[in-house]
């Protein structure tokens, strides 16, 4: 098979890294959500040594994951998970005291975003760190005339995908006790959004 690739990730991985450099320093075991193409996870690992990176994806996308893995051979990534966020159980062994996701909220129904915050406490260390990177509206409305266009491209592709609103978001996230730290500005409309534990 060809190595999937992602221009996307290759363009906001340095962005999305200057954010994990401090908000990850004291962390140990990740657990990435929805790795898509593994570019991410082996950019991130091999920036930082000091974490155990676990990627995960639905079992169609492991194939390509996993090739990015094998060929980065990173000491730091461990053979990717088999994940549905919403599929039981769960597939994940111990605690982790971060997680990170990116570009899944708005590919996911709304449904599926609240199971997924549902769940994570069970795997989440205390004073664990989440990171959410991606585009959100903000206040009800959309942060630029591009994500409103993207937003209804992705309703038509399915009309339960969609640009979700941060103060929902972030009251999933209150409501299993993790709280909002950290709002950061990305390049090209997106935020990377941190809550942390307790």
């Known amino acids: 098979m060809d190595k999937p690739f992602s221009a996307a990730c290759e363009r906001n991985r340095e962005p999305i890294l200057q954010v994990l450099r401090d908000v990850f320093g004291n962390c140990h075991r990740v657990l990435e959500i929805g790795s898509g193409t593994g570019q991410h996870a082996v950019h991130f690992a091999a920036a930082l040594p000091h974490l155990s990176w676990q990627a995960s994806e639905r079992a169609q996308n492991l194939a390509g994951l996993n090739y990015w893995l094998d ?25 982790f005291d971060a997680v990170f996701t990116a570009n899944t909220l708005h590919i996911m129904s709304w449904a599926e975003v609240m199971t997924l915050f549902v769940r994570l406490p069970a795997i989440l260390a205390a004073d664990a760190v989440l990171v959410v990177y ?41 409501a299993q006790g993790l709280q909002l730290i950290a709002n950061h500005a990305m390049p090209a409309n997106n935020r990377c959004v941190v809550w942390r534990l307790g």
Do not use: K
């Open 71 to 95: 060929d980065a051979a990173l000491p730091n990534t461990p053979r990717a998970l088999e994940l549905d966020a919403v599929a039981e159980p769960w597939p994940v062994c111990g605690s």
């Open 134 to 174: 991606g585009p959100f509206n903000m206040d009800g409305q959309f942060t630029s005339p591009s994500n409103a266009a993207f937003d209804a491209s992705l309703r038509e592709r399915d009309p339960l995908m969609g640009i979700r609103d941060l103060a929902d978001v972030d009251a999933l996230a209150r």
